[in-house]
């Protein structure tokens, strides 16, 4: 019981109070804000976003034994823990956030030190480095009391979350999704369905809850107006100048990802939306001076965000679409709050990542057209496997149906032993030369 | 004649400077190896050119290869991909495909009828296919840069080095030379090795019947007999291919 009120204090009082402190201390410092006039102006919203996802983190830290917590992947049907009150982390969220901090390295080094191949996944090695003890921005994540993975974004995660049940001794839930070539068969859909329902027994059997089937429709309704706005916040970019970069939208989807299914994540996104129809009212754009419109696939390269956006600004190219954060708004409409069960079935496993590749060639030239691209970077992810696979192959096809340019980069997207500076810059001048 | 403008290409194993003409013709040029100080070599080498063909400060110069962006001397600075497609379509005055094999990397690239780059490939980061690759093989065998035809002419037929990777293939070749395998069949194994690797990059941009060959390694004529028999294409070395980069720098400025 103390537990639980000391983390709905810290959800509700002292996290948000907590929060403000540090922005009135920020202010304080009266640190110049850094320029970047290659850049568009930052968004206002950004500072919300900075606020939840630090509430998420820091409420975390006092969520096990509180509330029961959920360790899940990115694709997984979290609308199915959210009745049961869980606190869920997505080790994949908290992955990115290393990287981005520049704090991956350590954690990559603890696994390997344990083990782990170096051709693991960054994400599953940063994740069990966290587990194994390592230091995370974070500060700490909560011990899981349930893990779930869904094999729709690769078959890694069945082997990462295996080990991870191995480790903090837990129920480990796997949603196999059958890899899709064309439609599923109706007997898929039921599978998948099977193991849902499956996942929400286990679940509540956890949470020692009884199943709350009124809160999931409550949940499902939630995560498809969520996935809906974030749609409409990708699709502002269809004006010109496109009033915000891929990069911005790598960092935005962070709420889409940890918080789907809730009212904080769909109020977020309308706040979102409003700013961005206002940019597009103003014409202002996410870079400076935008020439030539890109769309990038794959996973970004987290640690290197800034640096990229800025190399790409200062020569007019604006990286402003990308099948990787489009995946979060494809399958809104599967959703269905009259069949929940069956709409998370269908909606989870048309997952771009669990589609073959005549769907990806589909999806990447829809968006280039839709967003008229001129080019298209195909970010080759050591790290990840399913996503890279075929990349040149599309590269070649894309290039031939949309007249697009398109370029290799070969990176990761945590692992910074990956990047080859002299490498990387000599591929991105050139293809940048290459635009008349 | 009167120079026109300077190319620089500041390369991972050779430094090369050409001064051109007006038409694009080079009338002085300077290799060395690289140094470690690109920006104080660049001075030095352009002062070593024009002790060969004088020209005034005013000339523009054009700087390309991995140290181009340590040349403050340089107008303009462009990648090896654009700077050998603009002196290959200089010279041949067609569209096609290059492959320039550096001492770092190699890259294959597509030229358009207009000269344009209209795609390319790169190695990946390592110095697998790469004049490296050679350079450290070679120099295990003790075999000079000269002698690689007179080896290769003798051979038989061409040891197998299947691995790609330069510290595993140098270990195979090790294994090779301890199992009494002939000098020159290794010799002309690496090679047929080099050729597969490149022919791996490049095949899928080769839509024509002939690939030019630009960069150091085209002076090497067992390569470039290997690449004819495993791409089944014709091969045409460019005349100077070691400073089409620096040509192509050059005529960037002009």
Redesign the interface.
């Known amino acids: 019981m103390i537990r639980r009120i000391r983390y709905e204090s810290m959800r509700l009082v002292e996290g948000p109070l907590l929060l403000k402190l540090q922005s009135f201390l920020i202010k304080r410092q009266k640190k110049k804000p850094e320029k970047y006039p290659e850049l568009g102006p930052p968004l206002k919203t950004e500072e919300r976003l900075r606020k939840m996802i630090s509430l998420h983190y820091l409420t975390g830290r006092y969520a096990d034994g509180a509330v029961p917590v959920a360790w899940a992947t990115s694709g997984a049907p979290v609308e199915i823990l959210r009745p049961l009150n869980y606190h869920v982390v997505y080790p994949e969220n908290h992955a990115a956030l290393c990287g981005a901090r520049h704090m991956a390295g350590p954690l990559l080094e603890l696994a390997e030190s344990r083990g782990y191949s170096p051709d693991l996944c960054g994400y599953a090695r940063c994740d069990l480095g966290t587990a194994f003890g390592g230091r995370t921005p974070a500060g700490r994540l909560p011990r899981p009391d349930l893990l779930v993975a869904c094999t729709n974004i690769c078959q890694t995660v069945f082997f990462w979350y295996r080990e991870l049940a191995r480790h903090f001794q837990v129920p480990l839930v796997l949603i196999d999704t059958p890899f899709l070539y064309g439609e599923p068969l109706p007997h898929q859909i039921s599978y998948i369905e099977a193991q849902l329902r499956t996942l929400a027994d286990v679940a509540s059997d956890v949470a020692r809850r009884p199943y709350d089937l009124e809160s999931l429709i409550r949940a499902t309704l939630l995560g498809m107006e969520g996935s809906l706005l974030w749609r409409q916040c990708l699709e502002t970019n269809k004006a010109k100048p496109a009033p915000w970069s891929a990069f911005d939208q790598f960092v935005h989807m962070a709420v889409i990802v940890a918080l789907r299914g809730t009212e904080e994540c769909n109020s977020y996104y309308r706040e979102l939306l409003d700013e961005l129809k206002d940019r597009v009212k103003r014409g202002i754009g996410g870079i400076a001076n935008e020439r030539h419109r890109l769309l990038w696939d794959n996973l970004p390269v987290w640690f290197k965000l800034r640096s990229l956006s800025g190399r790409l600004a200062s020569k007019g190219f604006h990286l402003m679409a990308s099948t990787y954060t489009n995946a979060w708004g494809e399958t809104a409409d599967l959703l269905n709050e009259t069949d929940p069960w069956r709409g998370m079935a269908k909606a989870y496993s048309h997952i771009y990542l669990n589609r073959d590749l005549p769907n990806k060639l589909r999806v990447m030239s829809q968006l280039v057209k839709l967003y008229e691209c001129d080019g298209v970077i195909l970010h080759s992810d050591r790290s990840c496997k399913p996503y890279s696979l075929g990349q040149?192959s599309l590269s070649?096809k894309v290039?031939q149906a949309c007249g697009a340019?398109?370029m290799?980069l070969?990176a990761d997207h945590i692992d910074t032993r990956a990047w080859?500076e002299?490498?990387v810059d000599?591929?991105l001048?050139?293809f940048m030369?290459?635009f008349? | 004649m009167k120079v026109a403008s300077a190319g620089i290409d500041a390369g991972s194993t050779v430094w090369k400077a050409v001064a051109i003409n007006s038409e694009g013709e080079i009338l002085a040029q300077v290799l060395e190896p690289t140094e470690t100080r690109i920006d104080e070599q660049t001075q030095k080498g352009l002062d070593a050119l024009k002790k060969k063909i004088p020209f005034n400060e005013g000339t523009p110069v054009g700087a390309t290869g991995?140290g181009r962006k340590l040349i403050s001397s340089a107008q303009k600075n462009?990648?090896?991909?654009?700077c050998h497609a603009r002196g290959c379509f200089h010279r041949v005055k067609s569209q096609g495909l290059l492959i320039d094999i550096g001492g770092?990397?190699t890259k294959a690239i597509r030229i358009g009828q207009d000269g344009?780059?209209?795609?390319?490939?790169?190695n990946?980061?390592c110095a697998a296919g790469t004049g490296r690759f050679l350079e450290v093989i070679l120099k295990r065998l003790g075999v000079s840069f000269d002698q690689v035809d007179l080896y290769a002419s003798r051979a038989r037929r061409a040891a197998s080095i299947s691995s790609t990777c330069t510290v595993f293939a140098e270990s195979e070749v090790i294994s090779l030379i301890s199992e009494g395998a002939p000098l020159e069949e290794i010799v002309l194994g690496i090679h047929t090795s080099l050729a597969k690797r490149i022919s791996a990059l490049a095949m899928?941009l080769a839509t024509w019947e002939k690939i030019y060959l630009s960069g150091g390694v085209a002076k090497n004529p067992v390569l470039v007999r290997a690449l004819a028999e495993v791409t089944g294409k014709k091969i045409e070395v460019l005349r100077d291919p070691q400073l089409i980069g620096a040509l192509g720098a050059a005529l960037s400025v002009l």
């Open positions: 040149i070649e290039a340019r398109t290799l070969e080859v002299g490498a000599t591929r001048q050139a030369e290459s008349k | 991995y462009l990648t090896e991909i654009s770092q990397d344009s780059v209209l795609d390319f490939a790169m990946e980061k899928r």
